[in-house]
C-alpha cells in the first residue's frame, strides 16, 4: 500500500484526478426511520461496500486468500455487521459484552453478553450469542490498571496487553513470564484477571532514515502520509506522532517543501497533525496498488475480525484483518494505549501511513508493530477519530461534505457535521432523538435520519 502518493495530492496534478425480543429490550427494527428517498438503503450502500474499489478487491484476494466473489461477499457482511452491532449494543446496554467477526466471508457475527436474558435478542439480530462472565466496563477497568503502572514501570520484557473480547479477558504479552507475575503484581491485580501469553516478539516504531515515495521530516527522518484532513480552510494531513514534534518541516515524496507539524502527542497516543502550504491539495486518495487508488468515504470504525487494508511507503498497499481495538504496546520510546491490532505487515518508513476498511472507511495510521512483509507480522494503528477530535479535524471524504457546523452555532445534544460521535452517544434531529450505532465522524451527507446503518431513532 505504497502509503497513498501523499494523500495530499500536488495541486498541478489535481486535473489527471478529475477531472430484539424480550421485554425490556426494544426491537431493532422499533422506531426506526425510513430513509427518505433517494437516501441508502443498507449498511453496505452507506458505507460504499457494495461498490468497492478495485485495489480492495485485489488486496484482499492476494492476502486473505479469497476469490473475487468471496471478496465482495466479505466487504458486504462486514458493513451489515457493524450496524446489527450497533442495534445490539444499544439493546442490550449494560450485558453487552463486545462483537466480532469470524469466518472466510465474516458470515459470522458475535455477540457476547453477561446475561442469558439477552440471547433471544442477539438471535434475532442473526447473530450468535456467547454467554461471558466479565463486563466490558470491568475488563477495561482492568487494562487501566495495567496503564497506570506502566508509567512507572519498566516495560522492555511486557511489550503488550489489551482487552481480548472474544476471549472475554485481559491479554498480556510478555518476553519473560517472571516479568510479566511481577507487571501484574504490581498493578495490584490477582492472578486470574489477567492472560498471560509468553513470546519473543517486541513491538517497534516503524520509522527510519531512507528515501522513497512518502514525506520527509527536517530532511531526516521518513514517514507515509495518513489521511487528508482540512482545518477551518487550512489543509493538511495526519500522521504518527513519533514522526514528529510541533514546528518539525517536512518535505513531500518529490522533494518539494510541504508543511508543519501543528500538534503531535507520542508517548500516549501516537498521532499528528501537519499544515501544508498553498502548492498542496489535500484529496480523499489513498494509493493503493498499481499506482491505483481508493477514496476514503468516512470513518466509521470496523468490528474485531474484519478485513482492513494499510498503504505505506516502504512496503506498499496489504491487507489482513482487526485482532483487538484499545490495545497498550510499550516501546522503547514510551507507551501508547488505544491502539489497534492487525495481522497487516508492515515496515520501517511505513509509519503514519492509513488503513482503510471496506470500501474507504478510514481506520487509522500505522504506529509500529513486529516482522515484516517477506516472513508476516503484526501492525498496530492509531485510531482516526481519537485524532479529529483531538485536533478540531475535518476528514477529507469523497462525498461533497457541508461544513463542519460552527462551534456554538449548535446545542449540545444537536447533530452537528464535524463532530466524532461515539457508539451510543444520543443526539437530536429535527426534532427527533437518535442513538449511534457506530463510531465515525458525522458528514453532511450523513443525517440520522438518511443512515439507518448509523443511527437508530429512539
Known sequence: MAHRHTVIRHRAALTVLGALVLAGLPSAAAGEPKPSAGSPSSAAQTLGADKPAQGVLLALERDLGLTPSQARTRLVNEAEAGTRAGRLRNALGERFAGAWLRGTVSAELTVATTSADGVAAIEAEGAKAVVVRNTLPGLRAVKAQLDKTAIRADTRDTPLWYVDV??????????????????????????????????????????????????????????????????????????????????????????????????????????????????????????????????????????????????????????????????????????????????????????????????????????????????????FYQPVNPILSAFGLTLKTASTQAAPTPQGTASADAWATGRVYDAGATVTHAGVRYQCLQPHQAQGVWSPEATPALWQRV
Open 166 to 379: 472474544p476471549g472475554n479477558r485481559v491479554v498480556l504479552e510478555a518476553t519473560d513470564r517472571s516479568a510479566a507475575d511481577a507487571f501484574v503484581r504490581a498493578a495490584g491485580l490477582r492472578p486470574e484477571q489477567v492472560g498471560i501469553r509468553v513470546t519473543t516478539n517486541r513491538p517497534r516504531l516503524f520509522e527510519n532514515l531512507t528515501g522513497g515515495d512518502a514525506f520527509y521530516i527536517d530532511g531526516l527522518a521518513r514517514c507515509s502520509v495518513g489521511f487528508s484532513v482540512t482545518k477551518g480552510q487550512q489543509q493538511g494531513f495526519v500522521t504518527a506522532g513519533h514522526c514528529g514534534r510541533p514546528g518539525a518541516r517536512t518535505t513531500g515524496y518529490n522533494g518539494a517543501a510541504q508543511g508543519t507539524f501543528q500538534a503531535s502527542t507520542f508517548p500516549g497516543k501516537d498521532m499528528a497533525h501537519v499544515a501544508v502550504n498553498a502548492n498542496w491539495t489535500a484529496t480523499a486518495d489513498v494509493k493503493a496498488a498499481g499506482g491505483s487508488k481508493v477514496q476514503v468515504n468516512g470513518s466509521v470504525e470496523a468490528l474485531v475480525g474484519a478485513s482492513v487494508c494499510r498503504s505505506g511507503s516502504t512496503t506498499g498497499w496489504h491487507c489482513g484483518t482487526i485482532q483487538q481495538h484499545d490495545t497498550s504496546v510499550s516501546y522503547a520510546e514510551g507507551t501508547v494505549d488505544g491502539l489497534t491490532q492487525t495481522t497487516v505487515c508492515a515496515e520501517p518508513g511505513d509509519s503514519g501511513g492509513p488503513y482503510v476498511a471496506g470500501s474507504g472507511q478510514a481506520q487509522g495510521v500505522t504506529s509500529g508493530g513486529t516482522g515484516n512483509c517477506t516472513s508476516g507480522g503484526t501492525t
